[in-house]
């Protein structure tokens, strides 16, 4: 027997769905009443509610059914009475009369109206009941676009060949670089499992199995602070390649990216552009850029190349920044604040220049610039009459840094106002920075990226400098996600150990599970992970990625509905071998 999708053995349509063609229809509708209004000493008006919609029905006032009840309800459909018609409602021409109401539940009133905004609750109190904010129209929508966007992923995956397989959750500790969350092992008290950051480990074990095309819209867990964009688990389309090169890869996954937009948006986005992350940090400061606005960062270290201003001479980097007729804007305060701002982040400083309405640049160091280097700002940054300029003389990475944070402050619309503009960046660093402690290089993504063909030759000479074949897909300045062209030569990974300091020992006690099989023919491959509750967030207009996941933490990571975490009872606690030391004061 094959069941509709929407009609069951209690009820015959959905609230939402009922208009003019089932006028004169008997109907049954099941669901939550949302409103009840009293309509003279007989009738009372009751708004019926399910995800659907709402739908009015006239009932006799001595039926006492209130907010939130759960009842069912038969009855005729028939047009409103003329002057009650409800543009606003998709089933405001019509009502259910001759209502017959069964309560199949009565209910507590609602800790919250289910019609407020969201904004109009304590967040802590929508999670507490979160039950009940579900029901709220907005979070309906959410989650059945979060289903949208899944349901489409898989589609794309599978339509080009790529196979569903589940990998543990208990797993080693892997080197990706977060904190993990350990699991105590009752069996061998003392060792622990750790959940998994991400498959990585196993997918790429899975093209040495000769799956050829594996993906999994996998769990993963973090144990990081939790911010707007992140919660300590949250879910990825996750994707693994075998023969493959980085543009295979990111042609497999802008077709899932690309597909799962067209199903909520309706629009199919033009195909992802790519820059590298040179000239992203070059044009927008960031490894993620924003593409949405301008205001690009602007390369000015020639023009000063002999400048007596001694805040430019002989900097490594001088970029600049023009803010569009914001001159007047910016008052002394405001110019004040953004320069604490840079010296913040680490910058020597930050240089401001109004344009007058002469066309003149106005600042505390204008004195110190000569005429051609005046006229040569203007003129590069294409400055006009009240523009403001900000200007960064440091270190490369810090004019970056800073101009593209202000750039992102000063410019940036909400996350999800369009256009949709995603990028792939390609080319990352295949190392990033100094570990503070061992003072070996640390790995840009994971230690098992593909360093970049042609800079082999300076691993040893400038390993800075090396590119790696790791990418990032961007969409409006978030992050989606991040893969690579993996290692699959033993002794390429010996290397890159080596650079990172991790000697053979170390390697095998760490990654031989990992590392063994490579030796047993490893296809080349590669892959790709993007969090799909960023992508949902954005294409559901949301900021924060809690108002797409059903049942999301709290920023300090708690759950107010099942207040887990929750202390361990002792008992579990000597079975596990674990003693907890008391809080330090
Ligand atoms: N495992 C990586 C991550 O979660 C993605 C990848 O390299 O495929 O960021």
Same mark, same amino acid.
């Given at each position: ?86 543009? !606003? ?106 959940? =998994? ?42 994707? %693994? ?91 002394? !305060? ?73 750039? !992102? ?53 400038? =390993? ?24 699959? %030569? ?52 949301? %900021? ?18 099942? !207040? ?22």
């Amino acid at each position: 027997m094959t069941i509709s999708t929407r009609q069951t053995s209690m009820r015959t349509h959905m609230c939402g769905e009922i208009g003019t063609s089932d006028i004169g229809q008997t109907v049954t509708v099941c669901g939550w009443v949302a409103k009840r209004r009293e309509h003279g000493d007989k009738l009372a008006f009751v708004d019926l509610r399910d995800y659907s919609g709402i739908v009015q029905c006239v009932i006799d006032n001595a039926v006492d059914v209130r907010s939130e009840y759960v009842v069912k309800i038969t009855g005729v459909v028939r047009p409103r009475p003329e002057g009650t018609v409800n543009v !606003n409602l998709s089933t405001g021409e019509v009502e259910i009369g001759e209502c017959l109401v069964e309560v199949l539940r009565s209910a507590e009133p609602p800790p919250f109206p289910v019609d407020a905004r969201a904004d109009d609750v304590d967040e802590n109190v929508r999670l507490q009941y979160r039950y009940i904010d579900i029901r709220r129209e907005r979070m309906q929508k959410n989650l059945r676009t979060r289903a949208k966007v899944n349901s489409a992923v898989r589609t794309a995956m599978e339509s080009q060949g790529f196979v569903e397989v589940e990998t543990p959750m208990l797993v080693p500790s892997t080197p990706e670089g977060a904190r993990e969350f350990l699991v105590p092992s009752r069996k061998e008290p003392g060792s622990f499992y750790a959940l =998994p950051q991400s498959p990585q480990l196993f997918k790429q074990l899975l093209m040495v199995a000769g799956i050829d095309r594996y993906y999994q819209i996998a769990r993963c867990l973090r144990d990081e602070d939790l911010r707007a964009d992140r919660q300590y688990e949250f879910m990825q389309l996750d994707a %693994e390649m075998s023969f493959v090169n980085q543009d295979d890869v990111l042609a497999a996954i802008s077709a899932a990216v690309i597909a799962a937009a067209e199903s909520v948006t309706g629009v199919k986005p033009d195909p992802i552009q790519q820059i590298t992350w040179r000239e992203a940090m070059e044009r927008f400061g960031v490894d993620k850029p924003d593409l949405r606005f301008g205001m690009e960062l602007t390369e000015l270290t020639a023009i000063f190349s002999s400048t007596e201003f001694k805040a430019f001479a002989g900097a490594e980097s001088i970029k600049g920044i023009r803010v569009e007729g914001k001159a007047e804007e910016f008052g002394r !305060n405001k110019l004040d604040a953004l320069t604490d701002r840079a010296k913040k982040m680490g910058a020597k400083g930050l240089v401001w220049l109004k344009v007058t309405t002469d066309g003149t640049l106005e600042s505390p160091v204008v004195k110190f610039l000569s005429a051609n280097e005046q006229s040569q700002l203007i003129s590069t940054l294409q400055a006009q009459a009240g523009d403001l300029l900000l200007i960064v003389a440091d270190k490369w990475s810090m004019t970056c840094e800073v101009l593209g944070t202000l750039r !992102n402050e000063l410019g940036r619309p909400p996350v999800h106002q369009g256009p949709y503009r995603y990028v792939w960046v390609t080319e990352f660093p295949l190392f990033v920075g100094v570990d503070k402690e061992t003072g070996q290089p640390k790995p840009g993504h994971h230690p098992f990226c593909q360093p970049h063909p042609d800079d082999l030759d300076k691993f040893s000479s400038d =390993p800075m400098s090396v590119r790696s074949l790791a990418y990032d897909l961007v969409l409006n300045g978030w992050e989606l996600g991040s893969g690579s062209i993996r290692i699959h %030569e033993p002794e390429m990974q010996r290397r890159v150990f080596t650079a990172l300091g991790i000697s053979e020992d170390e390697a095998n006690r760490k990654f031989g599970f990992f590392l063994k099989p490579f030796t047993y023919g490893a296809p080349p491959h590669g892959g790709f992970a993007f969090g799909l509750d960023r992508l949902v967030a954005i294409l559901a207009g949301e %900021e924060n990625i809690r108002e797409v996941i059903a049942f999301p933490k709290t920023q300090s990571g708690q759950d107010p509905m099942t !207040n887990a975490p929750t202390r361990a009872e002792n008992k579990q606690l000597d079975e596990l071998g674990i003693r907890v030391l008391p809080p330090k004061v």
